[in-house]
């Protein structure tokens, strides 16, 4: 791999006091040593911001956001930050991440090997249990909901050839600097939740393939960055779903996609978090139905037919919900 090869890895914090440490060492350690880290604070109040300039110094680079901009809005500043300083490469990484020494280097000498991809993924694995897949890409359904390939599976099962894949997660997303000057940077109207699966269709349409690597392997705390935060992920969740759906789907897809939703899933969801007590849910679901409802009649596809055919072919027709995991503890 060229040493003039330039890499900037975002991480993007927002009261992470506990995760930065192990995942800012993570990446000091990696292999290839032509790496920025931009340390990207969305407005913490737990210190967390002071104790990465205590720990690192001026190995990494802070931006203090002043406030919560969210997943899409708060990474951008990086990623803006990262393409004017003539990036080669951006590595979008949660904070509740640990990296293998090696990922950094085999990501880029798999983009390097292969410039037809705009985006690439390392194979996630929990951060308990390594031999658990945590995300091995993203699966889009009938409805719009989206979620990780693979997950909960023996990642000692997985072969360790590229994967192509319809959507790279934004938990470790290894992104080509010259597809987002072409395509843009995350949608900040999706504000989190799904705003990867939307840049990871705008690549897939721009002609990119996108794939996972699995020879390579970030160790993840699932939700543990958003754990606290469950009333709001159903929301966004939900409504960005909708969004999705209504700017890319084929318009069949998306008249089906809004039976389903209205007439099944979105009163379903209701009714569950009431019988369970969870009135806060059940108001996420109806104001995210509301607003999602809005988008999916009145935003125009930016699809033609030859598009069409590609986001058609990207989503799963047997699978409407995310699989249910009982191990899984988070919400």
């Excluded at 209205?262 to 009163?267: D, E, H, N, T, V």
């Excluded at 509301?290 to 072919?313: F, M, V, Y």
């Amino acid at each position: 791999m060229s040493t003039n090869i330039s890499t900037f890895v975002l991480i993007l914090n927002y009261n992470g006091l506990k995760f930065n440490k192990f995942c800012i060492d993570s990446i000091l350690k990696q292999d290839v040593k032509n790496i920025k880290i931009l340390f990207l604070d969305n407005g913490s109040k737990d210190g967390s911001l002071e104790a990465c300039k205590r720990d690192f110094g001026n190995s990494v680079t802070y931006i203090d956001n002043k406030k919560n901009l969210y997943f899409a809005a708060g990474n951008n500043v990086g990623i803006k930050y990262a393409l004017d300083a003539k990036a080669d490469y951006i590595f979008v990484l949660n904070n509740d991440t640990i990296c293998s020494a090696d990922c950094i280097q085999k990501l880029t000498d798999f983009m390097e090997a292969n410039p037809k991809t705009g985006a690439c993924q390392p194979l996630l694995v929990e951060m308990d249990n390594p031999d658990r897949i945590a995300s091995a890409g993203c699966i889009v359904s009938l409805t719009g909901r989206a979620w990780d390939a693979k997950m909960g599976e023996q990642a000692s099962m997985l072969p360790l050839s590229p994967i192509k894949t319809f959507g790279v997660t934004g938990g470790a997303m290894f992104l080509r600097a010259e597809a987002l000057r072409q395509v843009g940077m995350f949608d900040e109207s999706y504000q989190m939740y799904f705003e990867d699966v939307e840049l990871s269709f705008r690549l897939t349409l721009a002609g990119y393939d996108l794939h996972v690597v699995p020879n390579t392997r970030v160790r993840h705390v699932v939700a543990g960055s958003s754990s606290k935060i469950s009333t709001q992920r159903i929301y966004f969740c939900e409504r960005n779903a909708y969004r999705l759906v209504g700017t890319y789907f084929p318009k069949k897809i998306r008249r089906l996609s809004l039976l389903m939703n209205l007439l099944f899933l979105a009163p379903a969801a209701i009714l569950l978090n009431v019988l369970h007590k969870k009135p806060d849910c059940s108001l996420a679901v109806f104001k995210a139905m509301k607003e999602g409802c809005k988008q999916l009649t009145s935003l125009p596809p930016r699809t033609n037919p030859q598009a069409e055919a590609l986001i058609t072919s990207a989503i799963e027709t047997k699978t409407i919900v995310p699989p249910i995991r009982k191990s899984r503890k988070s919400s």
